[in-house]
């Protein structure tokens, strides 16, 4: 997870060109699922077939992951140290 945030997370993905829709959206569910172990993430919203960066096709897609609002994140690892800085 980002040490700050605005709120989401965009994650963009293409595959060779030619793969097949079916792949994408395995590829894509795949990524998805590694999220709910963030305690940051709230909810998660994914495309197969269009993104934000390459447009239409089979092998593209992307994924929208909504993050806690950051005074309600529930640990305490990317928060900035009493000194200022994040670790």
């Known amino acids: 997870m980002p040490e700050e945030d605005q ?3 965009i994650v963009d993905v293409q595959l060779p060109p030619g793969a097949v829709m079916w792949r994408t959206k395995n590829v894509v569910r ?5 999220f709910p172990a963030e305690p940051e993430a709230e909810e998660s ?5 269009n993104s ?4 239409a096709s ?4 992307f994924l929208i ?3 806690a609002e950051w005074g309600h994140h529930r640990t305490q690892r990317h928060r ?3 000194g200022g800085s994040a670790r």
């Open 80 to 82: 900035p140290a009493a």
């Open 7 to 9: 709120g989401c997370l």
């Open 45 to 49: 919203g994914t495309v197969a077939g």
């Open 30 to 34: 795949e990524i998805e699922a590694q």
């Open 52 to 55: 934000l960066i390459g447009g």
């Open 65 to 67: 992951l909504r993050l």
């Open 58 to 61: 089979s092998y593209t897609g």
